[in-house]
T-cell receptor, first 113, second 112 residues
Framework: DGGITQSPKYLFRKEGQNVTLSCEQN?????MYWYRQDPGQGLRLIYY???????QKGDIAEGYSVSREKKESFPLTVTSAQKNPTAFYLC????????????FGDGTRLSIL | DAKTTQPNSMESNEEEPVHLPCNHS???????IHWYRQLPSQGPEYVIH???SNVNNRMASLAIAEDRKSSTLILHRATLRDAAVYYC?????????????FGTGTRLQVFP
């Protein structure tokens, strides 16, 4: 079945470590997104990419980095500069263009040890 | 970005209709109204969207007020699987930002 796969489901990070969250899609979508969700809150956009080898900052990009070397993959690195990384991270994709629905993965829950 | 206002929570009994309201008094002429829902520990799921006319799909119906300052998501027969947080979101259709701005949504509880 086509869809978005995020891994791992749970991730633990030590202070000062960088960690990378994986997001893969086989929907042939051009656009991909990373969101962060804190308890009881809505999602906030970290980064998005509308085409391979190009990406833009969202509302809360500080302390995060991304790459888009392949259409299917959009990994997110949470760097040590992100002071409050504990959150639920969601990846999404869409076919691009105005008002196309975004399809979400099941998320990665990141915690600090 | 135009904002939406939704009740924090609503309750329903199974097999009854549910009307989830959303106010968006500052909506612009090019803003589409989108609805997503999120089950516990899962990513959001697209439900429906519309611009001016009422819309129906297999999941729900969307009723849009004539002045477009409010809308209502209608679940015709609630099931236990419909218990989720429902988000009403405005998306600007005039240019390709692909940006969804989530509020805190309405938590729907469904009782057997």
């Amino acid at each position: 079945d086509g869809g978005i796969t995020q891994s791992p489901k749970y991730l633990f990070r030590k202070e000062g470590q960088n960690v990378t969250l994986s997001c893969e899609q086989n929907l042939n979508h051009d656009a991909m997104y990373w969101y962060r969700q804190d308890p009881g809150q809505g999602l906030r956009l970290i980064y998005y990419s509308q085409i391979v080898n190009d990406f833009q900052k969202g509302d809360i990009a500080e302390g995060y980095s991304v790459s888009r070397e392949k259409k299917e993959s959009f990994p997110l690195t949470v760097t040590s500069a992100q002071k409050n990384p504990t959150a639920f991270y969601l990846c999404a994709s869409s076919s691009g263009g105005n008002n196309q629905p975004q399809h979400f993965g099941d998320g990665t829950r990141l915690s600090i040890l | 970005d135009a904002k939406t206002t939704q009740p924090n929570s609503m309750e329903s009994n199974e097999e009854e209709p549910v009307h989830l309201p959303c106010n968006h008094s500052t909506i612009s002429g090019t803003d589409y109204i989108h609805w997503y829902r999120q089950l516990p520990s899962q990513g959001p799921e697209y439900v429906i969207h519309g611009l001016t006319s009422n819309v129906n799909n297999r999941m729900a119906s969307l009723a849009i007020a004539e002045d477009r300052k409010s809308s209502t998501l209608i679940l015709h027969r609630a099931t236990l699987r419909d218990a989720a947080v429902y988000y009403c979101i405005l998306r600007d259709g005039s240019y390709n930002t692909d940006k969804l701005i989530f509020g805190t949504g309405t938590r729907l509880q469904v009782f057997p």
